[in-house]
């Protein structure tokens, strides 16, 4: 039996710190009315994380980028709107840029209280967010055989979403800081290449049988079949600050699955590279973002980023029309030529001090600009 094809239906997390406005830190706790108001969004879902200062957020499925676009932009705003009335803000970053892991509380839930005592100080100190995508593919060997293909380009999504260059308020010299502090967890980073559906599985349930995890939820890489939907979830991703690039880096994603399925009916595949090279871009992007170059492993040559997210937008732009996404993918030019918003954070601080501002007072000039940027356009 032929299986469908799939539909690419799309949809979004994003995780958001929640800030106080008058000292910019971390709020301690999001007081329980506010939790409770935050427990009834007008669309999609919201939830709790980790830590207590952080709220989760999850777009209903949509049809297309256009729609996603909607949800998206209407989950933020309630969000922002919801805290606003306690004088909090929601900032869209992967790091906040001088709070530490240490001051933090930690959500009563079983869940988290079983990670903490399995993983102790590696995942206390996971004061970080992220934006996770998920694209329907509900054939499992179709899924396993995408993830395998399209794990080459999770670098290149990495270096144009970087939002996380401060850390307990130093410039870490990283425009994506958030993989150093999440790949000290276990089962984190690039994943191996499977045969298919049955091969993802009997490693999975190697690891399950002998009790080393209770699910495939405890997977936590860059890339993975969802446990809980018929989807292909890319984590690779830090959270972007603006929203639109938050769509645009979904919408980009959400293409390449396109063509590497089209590609392969017409028994055509992108060529697997060893994981140890990926790694090398992936490590090239966390530490420069757009302004230095990836491996073109083809060419084997470094090409500046802003060249390769051209031709990686030619190479999907026959699939960005049916799926109604060409435009957006459009602001990626952008974003390789202009910065990310860790250039933008830098920039703000680098401008703060040269105003004459302490480190502190710079680190808070940081944080007001990622309030209003994490609201632009909305």
């Known amino acids: 039996m032929i299986p469908e094809p799939p539909t690419f239906t799309i949809g979004v997390e994003e995780e958001y710190f929640v800030v106080d406005r008058k000292t910019r830190n971390l709020v301690p706790d999001i007081p329980q009315s506010v939790r409770n108001a935050l427990a009834n969004p007008p669309v999609g879902t919201t939830s709790p ?17 256009n729609e996603l676009t909607e949800h998206l932009a209407t989950l933020r705003r309630f969000v922002a709107d919801t805290v606003a009335d306690s004088d ?20 009563d839930k079983e869940r988290y209280r079983m990670l903490e005592q399995a993983l102790q100080g590696v995942v206390r100190r996971l004061l970080i967010c992220g934006m996770h995508v998920h694209v329907e593919v509900a054939d499992q060997d179709l899924r396993i055989d995408l993830m395998n293909q ?32 999440f790949r000290a967890l276990p089962r984190t980073g690039i994943p191996d290449e499977f045969g298919d559906w049955s091969d993802y599985q009997r490693q999975v349930e190697a690891l399950v049988h002998t009790g080393v995890i209770e699910d495939p939820t405890k997977l936590w890489w860059d890339i993975r079949p969802s446990a809980r939907y018929p989807t292909l979830e890319m984590r690779c991703s830090d959270a972007c600050t603006r929203y639109l690039d938050a769509v645009a880096i979904a919408a980009l994603y959400q293409a390449l699955l396109a063509m590497l399925y089209e590609r392969r009916q017409h028994n055509q595949r992108w ?20 302004d230095e170059s990836l491996i073109d492993f083809g060419r084997r040559e470094l090409v500046p980023v802003p060249a390769l997210i051209d031709e ?6 026959p699939h960005t029309e049916a799926l109604g ?8 030019r952008t974003i390789a030529r202009t910065g990310t918003s860790s250039d933008r954070q830098l920039a703000v601080y680098h401008a703060a001090s040269e105003d004459g501002a302490d480190t502190e007072e710079a680190m808070r000039a940081v944080v007001d600009h990622l309030i209003d940027e994490t609201l632009e356009d909305l």
């Open 49 to 65: 994380e980790f830590i207590r200062s952080q709220v989760e957020i999850g777009t209903p499925v949509s049809k297309n980028v």
């Open 88 to 107: 909090m803000a929601i900032i869209a970053a992967s790091t906040h840029p001088f709070a530490v892991w240490g001051d933090q509380q930690f959500t």
């Open 150 to 181: 399209v794990v080459y380009f999770l670098p290149h999504i990495l270096a144009l979403s970087g939002s996380s260059p401060f850390w307990h308020g130093v410039d870490t010299g990283l425009k994506s800081y958030r993989p150093a502090v």
């Open 271 to 290: 060529r697997i590279y060893s994981r140890m090279l990926i790694a090398e871009n992936n490590w090239r992007a966390q530490r420069y973002g757009v």
């Open 312 to 317: 990686l937008i030619d190479l999907v732009s």
């Open 325 to 332: 996404s060409a435009s957006h993918l459009e602001r990626l």
